[in-house]
């Protein structure tokens, strides 16, 4: 069952992607990119009945309200995208917690703080000025989101702790190729580009409750 899904997720992925590369928003993609998400939560699905997997899934669900606002381009479109994520990934960051015992992050956990004060100086320079403050706001919730997966590969290692890890570090990498195309400019293939770390993010995300009972 999780190969087909997979292949499932994947098929649809790569569709969206083709559907939407010049990024004018036909119809077909408007199905595909929820559906896309769809199909990870229930990948999520497959993995065994635990508190971890449903507040994974409980991600993935506002992870798909989010999805549905982004695919328009309004200001209060691209707001409730921001805050459904922003909603995302705190419940990511509960998820990750779940089972760790030690919340001291090692030292190179630095480098995704540098990265996002970073991006964040970046992007908040060429933000509107509505838009500012949720840029910052976004940009620390998502740091934290990259450390608490960190805090969860290294507390519990295993396949839980480096797919937390990876999905993560992919979803930084969506949300900055974002980013920069929303407040720095379009560039070739960045719809490819934002929706393929992005799936995949989710995706490991999803897989990392493999395994984890209770």
């Known amino acids: 069952m999780p190969t087909i899904l997979i292949g499932a997720i994947v098929l649809s992925a790569l569709a969206a992607i083709v559907a939407d590369w010049n990024e004018g928003r036909p119809p077909i993609f408007k199905l595909l990119k929820p559906l896309t998400t769809i199909l990870i939560g229930i990948l999520a699905l497959t993995a065994p009945d635990s508190l971890y997997r449903n507040v ?22 691209f707001l409730t995208g921001l805050g459904s994520f922003l909603l995302a990934h705190l419940v990511f960051m509960l998820a990750f917690l779940h089972g760790v015992a ?62 937390a890890l990876l999905g993560a570090t992919l979803f930084v990498l969506s949300d900055s190729a974002l980013g920069i195309r929303k407040f720095v400019g379009r560039y070739r293939g960045a719809q490819g580009l934002i929706l393929s770390t992005y799936w995949g993010g989710i995706a490991c995300i999803a897989w990392s409750a493999q395994g984890v009972a209770g």
């Open 56 to 77: 994974v899934l409980l991600a993935l669900l506002l992870s798909l309200v989010g999805d549905v606002a982004l695919m328009y381009e309004s200001n209060p479109a």
């Open 102 to 163: 030690q919340w001291t992050p090692p030292l190179w956990a630095a480098i995704f703080l540098l990265y996002g004060v970073v991006l964040g100086v970046i992007l908040v320079s060429r933000a509107e000025p509505a838009l500012r403050m949720p840029v910052v706001i976004y940009a620390l919730v998502l740091t934290g989101m990259a450390i608490t997966a960190l805090l969860r590969w290294q507390g519990l290692g295993g396949g839980t702790g480096a797919y």
